[in-house]
């Protein structure tokens, strides 16, 4: 047996529209950076990184950096596993939440919406803070997105 479906002309426009992906992000959504997020073991770094140089930073702190990727990351002893604390990236080839180094300021709001500014005057920064998790941007002086880190946040009744 046979069906046929037939459509009616103004009902494929609104089909079309409901295919086009939203770009938006949601702040609850912890965003991840080449397939890391905050809060991965280091088994798991390794599986979708291979095998960093890891630099000790402070007792139960180090840094593993995967120059020839342009990220590096913060991890800690946490309950006997080391754990992602934070992740940089500085090459256009890590984008987070759709944002890529070398964009402006301005195209990256449309992307993720409105960033904080820092309070520093001596740094352009910007932050966007999720559930658990903010993102600082660092611009230069022309509001070209040179990298940013991902970390760990716990949101304080003040912000």
């Avoid at 069906?3 to 609104?14: G, H, Q, R």
């Avoid at 342009?70 to 990236?89: F, H, N, P, T």
């Avoid at 987070?96 to 180094?101: E, N, T, Y």
Wanted: charged share 20%.
């Amino acid at each position: 047996m046979e069906i046929t479906v037939k459509l009616k002309t103004k009902a494929f426009p609104i089909l079309l529209l409901m295919a086009i992906p939203v770009i938006a992000c949601a702040v609850d959504d912890p965003p991840a950076v080449d397939g890391i997020h905050l809060g991965d073991n280091e088994a798991q770094v390794i599986s979708a990184l291979g095998a960093g140089e890891s630099l000790p930073m402070a007792p139960g702190v180090f840094t593993m950096l995967y120059e020839n990727n342009g990220i590096s990351l913060i991890l800690s002893d946490q309950s006997g596993m080391r754990k992602v604390e934070q992740i940089e990236a500085i090459t256009p080839d890590n984008p987070i939440l759709g944002v890529h180094v070398g964009q402006n300021k301005s195209d990256i709001e449309q992307v993720v919406g409105s960033l904080t500014a820092s309070d520093s005057e001596s740094v352009n920064t910007a932050t966007l803070t999720g559930n658990g998790w903010k993102i600082h941007f660092v611009f230069d002086d022309q509001n070209i997105l040179q990298r940013y880190a991902l970390v760990k946040h716990q949101q304080t009744t003040s912000e």
